[in-house]
């Protein structure tokens, strides 16, 4: 009798979010899928096998919002993890933030966004908008990193 097959065991999907900061404010889309559906969020989303980190946040960014940016470099990595409703996890995205330079085009809401515009950084403290978790954080570290180049 051949031994049962046992599920393959789940691995961690990498993705990439864009940072892009202009003029005291971020970039930020309303996702339209979950997780996090329509809450506020970076741009961004899974890296094809054989695609360079750079490559997929600036296809994501511009399938998403029609902004074009220069990526400057990583600065940060965040877990986001997709639970159902019993707790148990679907799936585990980790998210490399990339810090891009504006270039060109204002945003546009398309492929898996509902939504995109550029955001104050002062109301990212506020509860008016909802928020994926971390996005505040990452905005304010992306702009320091800005200021200071």
């Avoid at 329509?38 to 029609?66: H, Q, S, Y």
């Avoid at 490399?96 to 204002?106: K, M």
């Avoid at 928020?131 to 905005?139: I, K, N, P, Q």
Wanted: with cysteine; aromatic share 6%.
């Amino acid at each position: 009798m051949p031994a049962p097959i046992t599920p393959p065991i789940a691995r961690p999907i990498p993705a990439t979010i864009a940072a892009v900061v202009r003029d005291g404010h971020v970039l930020l889309v309303r996702r339209a899928n979950p997780p996090d559906e329509n809450c506020w969020a970076f741009p961004g989303g899974k890296i094809d096998a054989g695609e360079a980190i750079d490559a997929a946040t600036v296809r994501e960014l511009l399938e998403e919002t029609g902004v074009v940016a220069e990526p400057l470099h990583v600065f940060d990595a965040v877990d986001v993890f997709d639970r159902d409703e019993t707790g148990a996890l679907r799936r585990h995205f980790i998210l490399i933030a990339v810090l891009c330079r504006w270039q060109s085009g204002e945003p546009v809401a398309g492929d898996d966004a509902r939504d995109a515009r550029w955001v104050p950084l002062a109301e990212l403290e506020g509860h008016e908008l909802a928020m994926s978790f971390g996005v505040a954080r990452l905005a304010r570290k992306a702009a320091a990193l800005m200021a200071a180049m």
